[in-house]
Antibody, heavy 121, light 108 residues
Framework: QVQLQESGPGLVKSSETLSLTCSVS????????WNWIRQPPGKGLEWIGY?????????NYNPSLKSRVTISEDTSKNQFSLELNSVTAADTAVYYC?????????????WGQGILVTVSS | SSELTQDPAVSVALGQTVRITCQGD??????TNWYQQKSGQAPVLVIY???NRPSGIPDRFSGSSSGNTASLTITGAQAEDEADYYC???????????FGGGTRLTVL
């Protein structure tokens, strides 16, 4: 059974960088898409991006966030990370890490419990 | 705004059938996945690849697709089905992931 757990500060100051880590247990990171998805309070889900580890490592980001986002992985620790810079109050959200399966459907079959990150002024 | 459009809210009487829809041009070319999210919880996959159910999902959940519209149908809705439902696919370019805005289902 794959499990994902987000960790990082729950409070970030405006204009600074939000950094989160997702620890993966119960399975290999190879051959899957490792996503970050966020949900502002009372709103819907927004895909941030993913890192994909197959024969080589690649990333893909939401065009609306691409200039501020970096997603990376550390397979030796079975972790992947999110950095979002120049944050504002609009970045306040529950941040989820999640695994999408390789294949034509790329369904997200495992999610972390989510971590609330508040951006303060 | 999302490239996938969902009705914000839908209601259904207990035991009746409800259809939740998701519209978008990309759905003509890519499969849709559906997630259920109950209050305060992470989303759960209920349908993937148009009409496949993960293990543990009741068979009252089904999916279908026609043209630019994907649908999630709950046949015989139960009180525990009250939740937000999100569709998930690719954007019009096919290069990025996108979610619908979500539909809040109320079971009366």
């Amino acid at each position: 059974q794959v499990q994902l757990q987000e960790s990082g500060p729950g409070l970030v100051k405006s204009s600074e960088t939000l950094s989160l880590t997702c620890s993966v247990s119960g399975g290999s990171m190879s051959g899957h898409y490792w996503n970050w998805i966020r949900q502002p309070p009372g709103k819907g889900l927004e895909w941030i991006g993913y890192v994909y580890d197959s024969y080589s490592v690649s990333t893909n980001y939401n065009p609306s966030l691409k200039s501020r986002v970096t997603i990376s992985e550390d397979t030796s620790k079975n972790q992947f990370s999110l950095e979002l810079n120049s944050v504002t109050a609009a970045d306040t959200a529950v941040y989820y890490c999640a695994r999408a399966r390789q294949g034509v459907h790329r369904e997200i079959d495992y999610w972390g419990q989510g971590i609330l990150v508040t951006v303060s002024s | 705004s999302s490239e996938l459009t969902q009705d914000p809210a839908v209601s259904v009487a207990l035991g009746q059938t409800v259809r939740i829809t998701c519209q978008g041009d990309s759905l003509r070319n890519y499969y849709t996945n559906w997630y259920q999210q109950k209050s305060g919880q992470a989303p759960v996959l209920v349908i993937y690849g148009e009409n496949n159910r993960p293990s543990g999902i009741p068979d009252r959940f089904s999916g279908s697709s026609s043209g630019n519209t994907a649908s999630l149908t709950i046949t015989g809705a139960q009180a525990e089905d009250e939740a937000d439902y999100y569709c998930h696919s690719r954007d019009n370019s096919g290069n990025h992931v996108v979610f619908g805005g979500g539909t809040r289902l109320t079971v009366l």
